[in-house]
């Protein structure tokens, strides 16, 4: 059985998950891209109730595409972003996957916002492909 542990790159925020997660994908978001500081973001996603924090996080205030709030989390002292929060997504916590200790069993099924993907980054084999945010 996999242990769903991770952290921020000096260690110093833990998060430990009760549950594997319900999905995870690739966000190509310029959002995404502003705030990793590359071409996408593989996220987790999670419920709540399953997610575990041990650590400080600081958060900014973004606003998503929808033009509903999201709260991008990530650690004060190295600044690894660690999990995101959107008024869209209720219950759940957007963990980074980078972030988990083992990432291994990660593949991703879907992929959103193609539409602003940068051209030279291949998709994910098998992943449905979202010009946008579905649903």
Do not use: N
Not at 71 to 80: E, T
Not at 98 to 118: M, N, V
């Amino acid at each position: 059985m996999t242990e769903y542990k991770g952290g921020c790159l000096c260690g110093s925020v833990r998060y430990t998950l009760a549950q594997a997660p319900v999905a995870t994908m690739v966000c190509h978001c310029t959002h995404c891209q502003k705030s990793t500081g590359t071409a996408f973001s593989v996220v987790a996603l999670v419920p709540e109730g399953a997610f575990e924090l041990a650590g400080d996080l600081k958060t900014y205030a973004d606003i998503g595409d929808s033009g509903h709030p999201v709260s991008r989390s990530f650690c004060p002292s190295c600044g690894s972003p660690v999990t995101t929060t959107a008024a869209v997504m209720p219950g759940m916590v957007i963990v980074k996957a980078g972030t988990f200790d083992d990432t291994s069993w990660l593949k991703p099924s879907a992929e959103i916002f193609c539409a602003s993907s940068q051209p030279w980054v291949p998709h994910a084999d098998g992943a449905a492909l979202h010009e946008r945010m579905p649903g």
